[in-house]
């Protein structure tokens, strides 16, 4: 999940364009030859928080590294990110959502604040300051807690309309 920009100039965490795609992806590449090694895979869970054993790494790779060259190239990266964010996930996918909620709720408290995501996005290099991380989580906050939710989190990745209107607090 990475934060972008929407044509609003409102600060969004959907991936929804190509080039946001390839940001992210330019991320994990870190250096730059154009492909994502097992290495630079460990090193980006890491920087999440993420205590990722080779095995799983491993498994992750052999699941994305679709042409089996023995690492992630950006087509494979963007089949890969449009899967997880499919609606109709496969059995698997609820709970690779649910891991990819929990690198977020650093706390484990089933809840991710601005605090939480600022520390995430501060980790991948991303600069928003931490009002930019407020507005992220207002803007698919359905219930106005001021928090983002499993469940809003799981509507958030499997949004196909980018509809990205700011949640109005209950009144």
């Known amino acids: ?3 972008n920009t929407d044509r609003n100039s409102k600060p969004s ?6 080039n946001e795609v390839q940001g992210v992806f330019n991320r994990f590449d870190a ?3 154009g492909k994502i090694s097992g290495d630079e895979l460990a090193g980006v869970l890491k920087a999440l928080g993420s205590n990722t054993s080779k095995e799983e790494i491993g498994r992750i790779m052999e ?7 023995g690492f992630i190239n950006v ?6 990110v449009k899967a997880e964010t499919d609606p109709y996930p496969s059995s698997g996918g609820e709970n690779e959502l649910k891991e990819a909620f929990e690198l977020y709720d650093q ?4 809840l991710i604040s601005s605090v939480e995501l600022h520390k995430i996005l501060t980790r991948l290099g ?3 300051a931490e009002h930019d991380c407020v507005e992220m989580i207002k803007s698919v906050d359905s219930d106005g807690d001021g928090y983002v939710s499993f469940e809003e989190f799981k509507k958030m990745m499997t949004n196909k309309s980018g509809n990205n209107s700011q949640a109005e607090p209950p009144k």
């Open 31 to 33: 250096n730059g030859d």
């Open 1 to 3: 999940m990475a934060a």
């Open 63 to 69: 699941e994305i590294d679709t042409d089996k060259d």
């Open 107 to 110: 706390d484990h408290n089933g």
């Open 13 to 18: 965490v959907y991936l929804q364009e190509p």
């Open 75 to 80: 087509q494979e990266f963007a089949a890969f």
């Open 126 to 128: 991303e600069r928003y």
